[in-house]
Every structure is written in structure tokens, then in C-alpha cells.
Nanobody, 121 residues
Framework: QVQLVESGGGLVQAGGSLRLSCAAS????????MGWYRQAPGKQRELVAT???????NYADSVKGRFTISRDNAKNTVFLQMNSLKPEDTAVYYC???????????????WGQGTQVTVSS
């Protein structure tokens, strides 16, 4: 069973930086779009950023210019570099990926377990 394993969350002061990573737990046939979402207490999960297999990116307006999504296709890993962090960025961050685990099976959406990011003022 393929899993997405996240790392890099933590506590940081406002204005600081964090880098999140998310890697597939095993080799897979292909990975299409990958992305990061977040969910703050009492709020719905929202999109933060996405990246296609070709490297095209999309960002939520609230993080444009501060966050950068990237990926290493050879390592089946997606990253989120977060700079100039604000208290309102505090949330559990989840990665997801559209993965075709083996040749001949359909593509499924997989989610990471979530990693807490807390930004203090």
C-alpha cells in the first residue's frame, strides 16, 4: 500500500521559514499532480499549492510570493518552502498526490498524514 510520508513541520516565529517534504513510501509507476493543503482549527481544508508532473504551479492568493512548491520526480517527493510565515498560516498541512501505483491500474488520490505548522506572533 502506497503511503505519503510528510516531514518538516514545527513551531516558528512570525517572519520565519519552514520547509515541508512529502515522499511516496515505495516506488510507483507514475505520479501526476502533487499538492499541499492545510486545515486550521474550525475551518475547512483549503488548497495551498499544486504542481503538475511537468512543473507547472498554482498557488492560493494568500501564499503567493511567500511559499514555493517544487518536486523531485526521481525521488517521488514534493516540497513546500514557506517563507515570511504569519500566524494565520498556522494549520495542519497535508500533501496529496495522484498516483498510478502499477502499470494497468487506475490513478488514485493519496493523502499524507498531516504535519502541524504553528506560527507564533
Amino acid at each position: 500500500q502506497v503511503q505519503l510520508v510528510e516531514s518538516g513541520g514545527g513551531l516558528v516565529q512570525a517572519g520565519g521559514s519552514l520547509r515541508l517534504s512529502c515522499a511516496a513510501s515505495q516506488r510507483v509507476f507514475s505520479i501526476n499532480d502533487m499538492g499541499w493543503y492545510r486545515q486550521a482549527p474550525g475551518k475547512q481544508r483549503e488548497l495551498v499549492a499544486t504542481i503538475t508532473s511537468g512543473g507547472s504551479t498554482n498557488y492560493a492568493d494568500s501564499v503567493k510570493g511567500r511559499f514555493t512548491i517544487s518536486r523531485d520526480n526521481a525521488k517521488n517527493t514534493v516540497f513546500l518552502q514557506m517563507n515570511s510565515l504569519k500566524p494565520e498560516d498556522t494549520a495542519v498541512y497535508y500533501c496529496n498526490a495522484n498516483i498510478k501505483a502499477r502499470w494497468g491500474v487506475r490513478e488514485y488520490v493519496y493523502w499524507g498524514q498531516g504535519t502541524q505548522v504553528t506560527v507564533s506572533s
